[in-house]
């Protein structure tokens, strides 16, 4: 018998709802989530600190404003250099990796969860988890939303907007909804 976290890890059906061990792991998340947005701008050194505390790794010279939310905040994974604006919602039931040098506009949304499209099911509270990718150098516009599944190829442009439904290959404009390619760029 596995546990709904052991089942959440496996990108198996699980119960997100009820189970009493993820609801406090979210609740204590939220707690921290709420001291870190509350920090005052100034407050570098302690802001560092807080979302090193929240975030699984969180490489050098990282930005992300506020207001920041998030699930776990342990299945997140910046690298070096990442910028994320303001407004930006990462749901971490499935790890999220971001690369390096990787730049994330406002209002935007990286959704790991999946429901079922049975009613009777997603009464029950059932979903599950998959992983997002995004790799070094990529330009995501304001609030873009990214589901489950997908990865964002290296040195890819993602336009304001966005629905990304699907993986992103490298070095490419994508925008719409759902996005698609518009251009191919030149690997620099």
Do not use: W
């Given at each position: 018998m596995f546990t709904e976290k052991e089942k959440r890890d496996k990108g198996e059906w699980y119960d997100a709802n009820n189970d009493p061990a993820l609801l406090?792991?979210?609740?204590?998340?939220?707690?921290?989530?709420?001291?870190?947005?509350?920090?005052?701008?100034?407050?570098i050194r302690e802001k560092?600190?807080?979302?090193?505390?929240?975030?699984?790794?969180?490489?050098?010279?990282?930005?992300?404003?506020?207001?920041?939310?998030?699930?776990?905040?342990?299945?997140?994974?910046?690298?070096?250099?990442?910028?994320?604006?303001?407004?930006?919602?990462?749901l971490d039931g499935a790890p999220v990796t971001v690369g390096?040098?990787?730049?994330?506009?406002?209002?935007?949304?990286?959704?790991?969860?999946?429901?079922?499209?049975?009613?009777?099911?997603?009464?029950l509270g059932l979903e599950r988890a998959l992983p997002i990718t995004i790799h070094d150098n990529v330009w995501i516009g304001g609030k873009v939303c990214i589901l489950p599944g997908v990865t964002v190829g290296e040195g890819a442009v993602i336009g304001a907007d966005s629905v990304v439904t699907r993986d992103v290959p490298p070095y490419s404009v994508v925008a719409g909804n759902p996005a698609r390619v518009i251009k191919t760029l030149e690997k620099q």
């Open positions: 406090k792991e979210m609740s204590d998340c939220q707690s921290r989530l709420y001291e870190y947005n509350m920090l005052r701008p100034d407050r560092t600190v807080a979302l090193r505390g929240i975030l699984g790794k969180m490489g050098e010279r990282c930005t992300v404003h506020p207001s920041f939310r998030c699930d776990y905040g342990y299945n997140i994974f910046l690298g070096d250099d990442v910028f994320i604006n303001y407004d930006t919602v990462i390096n040098h990787v730049f994330i506009g406002p209002q935007c949304g990286f959704y790991t969860a999946i429901h079922p499209f049975s009613v009777s099911e997603r009464n």
